[in-house]
């Protein structure tokens, strides 16, 4: 057993890390190889998340008393840290996306999270995963506020055309 010296950065560390978080979530990444871990922590860096493993005892410590203490019960055999500090859909859209996209959703799969203080057990947050990023659904939003104006001007401009015919 670790001395407390020795816990108390690696706690520090977590607590650094989930200080003004978005999200979040417990990732159960049994089974993943060398390189699939490796692709998936570059892509955790490309989209500024936090993935980390760490001795669930640890976590444990540092979540006490936070907005993420709920997870402590899901911090049960190996568990993957992912931390969202911008986009609070990111950490487990992306951990789904990945498990998907190489077809090994049986060696990664989302146990839990918390997003924006509340807590979702496992088909809760693979519903937030399914949820677009923000730029998305502004760009969804924009594209849906535009078409409207797009036919009116194109009705106003079939109008004015008639009217110089006649």
Known sequence: MAKIEEKQPIVAEIKEA???AASMV???YRGLTVAQDTELRRTMRKENLIYKVYKNTMVKLAIEGTEFSELEKDLEGPTAVVISKEDATAAARVIADFAKDAKIT???ALKSGIVEGKYYDQE???VIATIPSREVLLSRLLGSLQSPISNLARVLNQLSEKKAEA
């Open 18 to 20: 989930i200080d003004g």
């Open 26 to 28: 417990l990732v159960d």
């Open 106 to 108: 049986k060696s990664l």
């Open 124 to 126: 809760g947050i693979k």
